[in-house]
């Protein structure tokens, strides 16, 4: 059974850093576009960063230049580097990813299950 498994989460002071990991579990074949995603209480989740597979990178204008999403393909994990971080970047961030699990397969979405970023003034 294919899952995404994120850890990196925290509290963390306004200026300060964290690194948010998704690691696929389960056999696959291969992973195709993979992003991070937020959302704060009360608000509609947003799209933070994505990156395809062949590293072309987007993210959302609040981000840029303090985020940085990466992916190693042999660990089947994503990364979100978060630095710089501001109180309003304090939300629960989820890890998409489209997974194809066999080479005559069609790439499926999932998510993973959340981790709560805080950042205090």
């Known amino acids: ?35 991070w995603y937020r959302q704060a209480p009360g608000k509609q989740r947003e799209m933070v960063a994505t990156i395809t597979s062949g590293d072309s990178t987007k993210y959302v204008d609040s981000v840029k230049g303090r985020f940085t999403i990466s992916r190693d393909n042999a660990k089947k994990t994503v990364y979100l580097q978060m630095n710089s971080l501001k109180p309003e970047d304090t939300a629960v961030y989820y890890c998409n990813a489209v997974i194809v699990i066999g080479p005559l397969a069609v790439g499926n979405d999932y998510w993973g299950q959340g981790t709560q970023v805080t950042v205090s003034s």
């Not at 200026?15 to 948010?20: A, Q, T």
Request: proline letters at 0%.
């Open 1 to 35: 059974q294919v899952q995404l498994v994120e850890s990196g989460g925290g509290l963390v002071q306004a200026g300060g850093s964290l690194r948010l990991s998704c690691a696929v579990s389960g056999s696959i074949f291969r992973m195709n576009a993979a992003g």
